[in-house]
């Protein structure tokens, strides 16, 4: 009796054993068992892309002359201020011209030095020709020596040698007096081109020097109803543009309106800075109205491509990788997927996306087109209208209670695996 008593206890503790350490075991594996995941599906829908590129630039008047003066001085006087309107030819400063004005009068006494010289040398040499002449008269009658003949001749000579000498002169001093009336022209400053002063660098009684280089005074805009923008396009998007294409662009002045131009230039002259390589892009625009002015910043948006109702999806899907504690299979459907042309000229490439197979996930091959930025065309008809494609995942303390959760904003949902 006492055996099976024994035996009895020694199978309950046995029993009691195995369970506990079941227990323990069962709870050790939930412990450390995966986390489960919460994946973020959104639907493939029919939507308008549009390829846009956008850039800043600056507004600039298509014609911009800088003014300034080729001699050094006082300013005496300005004719002209911030938008004032002028005209070619016009004068639109005065530098004080008493230095330049003594200037010409003294060339013009050079000159008549000179001048008066030149006759002196002419009718010196006309009488050593005349007594040249005589000598030689002489000598046929033996009244002269051949001497003398010489003498005269090489005195002649001479003469007609400083002729030359003083006609030398007589340019010289031509010369400095047309230099001088040309300094002094110089102090009116005239406009060259028709337009409308935007920036004056002077003021009255400030002087100018102009040794090595003429000093602004004025910046001049030729025609403010026609202007452009400057735009400095990334090498990744020039591409993309072309002469032609019509762009709009904001500005800060007017905020919720937009301006149209059309792109006039795409120049080939690259600028770097910090190794990022830009294009300058020029866009025509018309300022009738007067609205906008010289240096504001625009906001430049060219549209180089469109799609109208066709199969998108996020561009989220085309970035999302389940995490490495969700088993996903590495399953690709591309190869099952029919392909169809992207038309001349449209982008296209392969991407991976990853979609709901009931117990997880599982990765499909896709071709994608043009892209907004937010959304990016389909090319696969194998790729349906509303089929669900995964855009993110959470890894969840505890497992969701359904399978399937009310859809957040934007219309994607949340499906617990």
């Known amino acids: 009796m006492k055996r099976k008593i024994l035996v009895r206890i020694l199978w309950s503790t046995a029993i009691l054993l195995v369970a506990g350490g079941g227990l323990a075991y069962w709870r050790y594996r939930k412990a450390h068992a995966p986390p489960p995941v919460t994946y973020q599906t959104a639907q493939v829908s029919r939507r308008r892309i549009v390829g846009r590129v956008t850039a800043t630039g600056t507004l600039l008047a298509t014609v911009t002359v800088q003014v300034g003066t080729q001699v050094s001085g006082r300013i005496q006087r300005l004719f002209v201020d911030y938008n004032s309107p002028v005209k070619k030819g016009q004068i639109v400063a005065k530098i004080d011209p008493l230095l330049f004005q003594a200037a010409v009068e003294q060339a013009k006494a050079n000159?008549?030095?000179?001048?008066?010289?030149?006759?002196?040398?002419?009718?010196?040499?006309?009488?050593?020709?005349?007594?040249?002449?005589?000598?030689?008269t002489l000598q046929k009658d033996n009244l002269a020596s051949q001497q003398d003949v010489d003498t005269a001749q090489t005195n002649a000579s001479v003469a007609h040698a400083q002729v030359e000498v003083a006609k030398a002169s007589l340019a010289q001093a031509s010369a400095a007096l047309h230099q001088a009336q040309t300094n002094l022209n110089y102090t009116d400053i005239i406009s060259p081109i028709d337009g409308?002063?935007?920036?004056?660098?002077?003021?009255?009684?400030?002087?100018?020097?102009?040794?090595?280089?003429?000093?602004?005074?004025?910046?001049?805009?030729?025609?403010?109803?026609?202007?452009?923008?400057?735009t400095n396009i990334s090498e990744g998007d020039v591409g993309r543009l072309e002469q032609g294409m019509p762009a709009s662009f904001t500005v800060d002045a007017y905020p919720g309106q937009?301006?149209?131009?059309?792109?006039?230039?795409?120049?080939?002259?690259?600028?770097?800075?910090?190794?990022?390589?830009?294009?300058?892009?020029?866009?025509?625009?018309?300022?009738?109205?007067?609205?906008?002015?010289?240096?504001?910043?625009?906001?430049?948006?060219?549209?180089?491509?469109?799609?109208?109702?066709?199969?998108?999806?996020?561009?989220?899907?085309?970035?999302?990788?389940?995490?490495?504690?969700?088993?996903?299979?590495?399953?690709?459907?591309?190869?099952?997927?029919?392909?169809?042309?992207?038309?001349?000229?449209?982008?296209?490439?392969?991407?991976?996306?990853?979609?709901?197979?009931?117990?997880?996930?599982?990765?499909?091959?896709?071709?994608?087109?043009?892209?907004?930025?937010?959304?990016?065309?389909?090319?696969?008809?194998?790729?349906?209208?509303?089929?669900?494609?995964?855009?993110?995942?959470?890894?969840?303390?505890?497992?969701?209670?359904?399978?399937?959760?009310?859809?957040?904003p934007g219309g994607a949902r949340r499906l617990g695996f």
């Open 196 to 230: 409308t002063v935007i920036s004056r660098s002077v003021d009255v009684g400030q002087t100018v020097a102009a040794s090595l280089q003429a000093p602004v005074l004025f910046t001049i805009a030729e025609d403010l109803r026609r202007m452009q923008v400057n």
């Open 111 to 136: 000159y008549g030095s000179s001048k008066a010289s030149l006759e002196s040398a002419t009718a010196q040499a006309l009488m050593a020709d005349k007594q040249y002449a005589r000598e030689q």
């Open 258 to 408: 937009r301006f149209n131009g059309t792109i006039s230039q795409i120049r080939n002259a690259a600028s770097t800075v910090q190794n990022v390589v830009t294009y300058d892009a020029v866009v025509d625009v018309d300022n009738s109205d007067l609205r906008l002015r010289p240096g504001m910043t625009a906001n430049v948006t060219v549209v180089y491509a469109e799609r109208k109702d066709v199969l998108a999806v996020p561009n989220a899907a085309l970035r999302f990788r389940p995490p490495s504690e969700a088993a996903a299979p590495p399953a690709s459907a591309g190869a099952d997927h029919r392909h169809r042309d992207a038309g001349a000229g449209a982008p296209s490439d392969s991407k991976t996306i990853w979609v709901p197979d009931g117990v997880g996930v599982k990765s499909a091959t896709i071709r994608i087109g043009l892209t907004d930025g937010s959304y990016t065309e389909v090319l696969d008809d194998g790729l349906a209208e509303g089929a669900e494609v995964v855009v993110d995942a959470n890894l969840s303390a505890e497992k969701p209670a359904s399978s399937s959760t009310a859809a957040p």
